[in-house]
């Protein structure tokens, strides 16, 4: 077991989308035998697997992934709910001897995990019935600037037309007097007796574009309309939580009529930038993360990725070896 300063070692390779956080998240679990968390809000549901980039079984090289397909589309899946699976997990993967590696790019969960989230007030069926209404007669772009006056960190991470976690985020403040953010300042990480080691994934805006636009195209080529048709055949209905998600949503969208599938493509591939950039901005304000310049594929990335693990106090073997 990895320890530091006699404290348990997780590990966290965060950043923004298209980065290859998978890709080094696998290497380095194979290098110092470790499983790997996912730290993605869509992964958990099953049945969404094209439009989040799951890793295939096939492709995990046999490192065992946690918090993949652990909810049902119609399931309620919150940032405090996955802090309390992704801690319980850390500590199973501990107690193995192994090291537990958190992977992704779901801002707010991965703060919930390392510095913790707050339970939140109730729902408030008439309050959130009356933030609706505003949305229908003014748009969710409406929301969304009301949260950018009232709690403008929140607004950063929350994307513009996700109805969902705008309500919650004014329900919140509307209740309480205080944003979200005030209230994730005065609580504790359920890990917090362990040493987290961050590490994240930047590129520059130009191969971002490049790798996002490859993703599109192969999420389109990999059968992206096939599931979702399937998975409305099967009874999930539009409402559910995952359909409201990035790639979903405009997906969801085309196959209404609403545009065609090459304006559906570069839709979703400038609402990918924008999320890049905001995932960006949310983990430029984490703690201690080390940054590393170039896609989580390659051999130069693994290979300074251990040498700051080893750095920051990790063991590495000494039989890692690279070309």
């Known amino acids: 077991m990895q320890t530091l300063e006699g404290h348990p ?18 290497e380095l679990a194979q290098r110092l035998d470790g499983e790997v968390i996912s730290c993605d809000s869509t992964a958990v549901y099953r049945g969404f697997d094209i ?25 309620v899946y919150s940032a405090a709910r996955y802090a309390a699976d992704a801690a319980r997990v850390a500590r199973e993967i501990t107690a193995r001897g192994r090291l537990p590696i958190v992977a992704g790019g779901t801002g707010l969960y991965y703060r919930a995990l390392t510095r913790g989230i707050f339970p939140g007030p109730g729902r408030d069926p008439g309050l959130r019935e009356r933030l609706s209404r505003v ?8 929301l969304h600037r009301w949260l950018q006056r009232c709690d403008p960190e929140s607004a950063r991470r929350i994307q513009p037309r996700d109805e969902k976690r705008l309500i919650r985020a004014l329900e919140v403040y509307l209740v309480t007097g205080e944003p979200l953010t005030t209230h994730f300042s005065r609580t504790s990480s359920p890990v ?13 805006q130009e191969q971002l574009q490049s790798r996002i636009a490859r993703r599109v195209d192969q999420q389109f080529a990999d059968g992206l309309l096939d599931e979702i048709r399937a998975l409305r055949a099967r009874g999930v209905p539009g409402e559910a939580g995952p359909f409201w998600g990035l790639v979903y949503r405009q997906a969801v969208e085309h196959l209404a009529g609403a545009r065609d599938e090459p304006a559906t493509r570069a839709l979703i591939v400038r ?16 703690p201690d993360v080390r940054w590393l310049e170039t896609p989580g594929e390659r051999t130069e990335t693994h290979r300074a990725a251990l040498g700051m693990l080893a750095e920051a106090g990790i063991e590495v073997s000494h039989d890692v070896k690279y070309p």
């Open 9 to 26: 070692v997780l590990v966290a390779v965060v950043g923004p989308t298209a980065t290859g956080k998978s890709a080094l998240a696998i």
């Open 51 to 75: 439009g989040t980039d799951k890793v295939p079984p096939a492709e995990r090289q046999g490192i065992p992934h946690h918090l993949v397909d652990v909810a049902e589309p119609t399931d």
């Open 135 to 142: 949305a229908e007669r003014r748009g969710v772009v409406s």
């Open 192 to 204: 917090a007796d362990y040493r987290v080691v961050p590490l994240g994934l930047r590129l520059t």
């Open 271 to 286: 609402e990918n930038r924008r999320y890049a950039r905001r995932q960006s901005i949310w983990f430029k304000q984490e």
